[in-house]
């Protein structure tokens, strides 16, 4: 898990450092998880599949991300590990397909609420052996 909080006037801004985009989304998930829950550890309990598509791999993170925050809202469902994804270049753009392993979180009391995911500072770079995202929680 690579991730670290950078300093940001109100907000949290995370950036993600990874070897694979795959490998990003799910630590940038993780990251979402330690911002809403910080070090509460939660039950792998209840599993669950995902799946997103959008045009580019900015708006790729933000749906995917605002996947978590509807969970949570509408199931009140947190995740407890680290997602597997999977990332595929489509015609239209890109899909994600993702399994995630949580708990009810109405059985935990969270220490942040997150209000949105934003295109704030949001910034997707690859190199051949690296993954950098970057990216701004409305809090």
Known sequence: MAFKFLPHTGDVKIEVEERTLNKAFSTAALALKEVIAEQILVAPRIKKEISVSSENKESLLYDFLEQFLYLLDTESFVISKAPLVKIEKTEEGFKLDAKLIGD??????????????????????????????TFVLDV
């Open 104 to 133: 009810n979180g109405k059985k935990y009391i969270f220490t942040n609420d997150v209000k949105a995911i934003t295109y704030n500072e949001m910034k997707i770079s690859e190199s051949e052996d690296k993954c950098v995202i």
